[in-house]
């Protein structure tokens, strides 16, 4: 987390996409985990706000105001609902004063990536010029851009709670049938599959 914190706030000195995207990646991965712990409770421990819940939610509350902006926090609904009631904490006010989550995710400031110039070493004048080896067209790179943001949409879907509803309505409404085609596999279960329920669940989500 504290390399995107620190991309966020441009201190020096600046780090480099890689690591800023690494960054992200984990701190997700994290809420993530917190947003399941606290399914169908309030807190982290027992039935009201404890220790654990202020070190752990004030440490996250840098990235919650910078980059896990609200795109990411409508799948993470525990999670939310959990810092929305620590910053909402008049004592946590007192101290902080009135926290503002984000809306949209802070442009990072980052380190530019310098590339070192390759000087070719003269031509002999024996040696006749290599020929540019002819590469075959994709006719994949000649299609119009689509609509469909694949990563964001990924992202979402996985990390919804609610995939058959709000999960699959939010892919036909971004859905780009000139780009893209469905197609309905169906599966073959085979002899003694779907007997133990959390590993056909699990297997079942690792498909989708």
Do not use: C
Not at 101 to 124: C, G, I, N, Q, R
């Amino acid at each position: 987390m504290f390399p995107a914190i620190k991309a966020t706030f441009g201190w020096t000195p600046l780090i480099d996409k890689d690591t800023y995207n690494e960054a992200i990646k984990n701190t997700k991965a994290n809420v993530t985990l917190i947003n399941n712990h606290l399914n169908g409770k309030d807190f982290l421990v027992g039935n009201r706000l404890t220790v654990a819940d202020l070190v752990l939610g004030l440490s996250l509350t840098h990235a919650f105001t910078t980059f896990l902006d609200a795109g990411f926090r409508k799948a993470m609904g525990n999670a939310t609902k959990w810092i929305e009631h620590i910053i909402a904490n008049e004592a946590v006010i007192s101290k902080l004063g009135k926290i503002k989550l984000a809306a949209k995710t802070l442009p990072p400031h980052l380190a530019e990536t310098k590339k070192e110039e390759v000087k070719a070493a003269p031509a002999k004048k024996e040696d006749k010029p290599a020929e540019k080896e002819k590469k075959d067209e994709n006719p994949l790179d000649v299609l119009p851009p689509s609509t469909f943001n694949m990563f964001d949409f990924k992202t979402f879907f996985v990390n919804h709670p609610n995939k058959r509803e709000e999960g699959m309505k939010a892919f036909f409404e971004q859905f780009d049938k000139e780009g893209y085609s469905i197609w309905e596999l169906n599966y073959e279960m085979y002899e003694g599959e779907g007997v133990v329920l959390y590993q056909t669940v699990n297997l079942m989500n690792g498909f989708l």
